[in-house]
């Protein structure tokens, strides 16, 4: 059985348009490598472009007024919008040519991601053979990090969002089961995380973004309560393992590579309260994710939701209390 079928049901009831947009993002990610880098990228920055005028960019410019203030003028904040247009172009150009260079994969991969020596740190805690638990954030391209770290040997599996009427999204998983990185749907059964972390291999973990379905805390995001998934702290205190921070970004805008870049680990806290250390865990969490975004604001994903569900909306949101679900 594939990825696609036993990940995503994609039956012919689907609406057209998701039928119709599964099947022009497989053409243009055969295109990819086979037409000019501009005849498949420039379609991209111009609907980037025409964005702009869409709700895509009023939510960018909204997220970016909050956690900003009056640290960037009108003009400062126009131009980091730009950029979050720009980098989305990037990153989708990049996601279509990872889905179809086939065997050339890993040297397309070695040209694109510069890995450092902090690579080292994820191999010291896999070395002690109970799995790793690496956090990521959606910045650079996290797509991108999975593939390298497969491509460097490393196993492992990814947490996401299941979709279950909508083929585009079996696209990505294929795209990640293509190079040896299996997607576990985000409602699944904790023992299916758990199974990875016993294997020894890497559980993967996006967890800067809002997650209503899932349960959650408030805690300061870029300086505003945000709701905040609990899972990475309660695999961290059941698995007693540590959070790997792990990112793949640009050195700066227009840069030809990404930096793979791993760093220290975030310990779990077992002397306190079991609520008191997971949210000193997962402050810590965001704390890094916060000082990542700042250091790159174009390549983060503004045009997500980030705060659109408010503490005093808590009990009207699935999932949206300050239990850990231990």
């Known amino acids: 059985m594939s990825a696609r079928d036993s990940v995503i049901d994609c039956s012919m009831a689907d609406p057209w348009r998701r039928q119709i947009r599964d099947r022009l993002v497989r053409l243009a990610s055969a295109s990819s490598v086979i037409l000019p880098r501009s005849a498949v990228l420039g379609p991209l920055q111009g609907a980037a472009w025409l964005s702009q005028f869409s709700s895509f960019e009023k939510t960018i410019r909204s997220n970016l007024e909050l956690a900003y203030g009056d640290e960037l003028s009108a003009l ?31 040297e397309w991969l070695r040209e694109l991601v510069e890995v450092d020596d902090s690579i080292s740190i ?18 650079g391209n996290w797509e991108l990090l999975a593939a ?44 299916a995380l758990v199974r990875v972390l016993e294997r020894g291999h890497i559980l993967g973990l996006l967890c800067d ?27 961290a205190r059941a698995r007693r393992l540590p959070l790997i921070p792990v990112r793949c970004v640009l050195p700066e805008e227009g840069a030809p590579r990404y930096r793979l870049q791993v760093e220290e680990p975030l ?14 865990l997962l402050g810590q969490l965001n704390g890094h994710f916060e000082a990542w975004i700042r250091e790159s604001p174009m390549q983060w994903a503004w045009h997500q939701r980030r705060w659109r569900t408010r503490p005093s909306e808590a009990e009207g949101a699935p999932g949206a209390g300050t239990g850990t679900n231990d």
């Open 76 to 106: 400062d904040l126009k131009q980091v919008a730009a950029g979050v247009r720009r980098h989305t172009a990037r990153l989708s150009y990049e996601w279509l040519q990872l889905a179809a260079v086939g065997p050339a994969r890993d």
């Open 267 to 280: 310990h779990y806290s077992f002397g306190l309260p079991r609520e008191d250390a997971a949210r000193e």
């Open 209 to 235: 973004l809002e997650a209503r379905r899932l349960d959650g805390t408030f805690l300061p995001f870029l300086g505003t309560p945000a709701l905040t998934m609990t899972a990475p702290a309660s695999l």
């Open 148 to 191: 390298t770290l497969a491509r460097l040997g490393f196993q492992g599996s990814v947490v996401g969002l299941e979709k279950r009427k909508d083929p585009s999204a079996a696209w990505l998983v294929e795209m990640r089961h293509s190079y040896n990185v299996d997607t576990i749907p985000q409602h699944s059964n904790p023992r």
């Open 122 to 139: 994820l191999q010291r805690e896999l070395e002690k053979g109970q799995g790793a638990i690496i956090v990521t954030a959606h910045l």
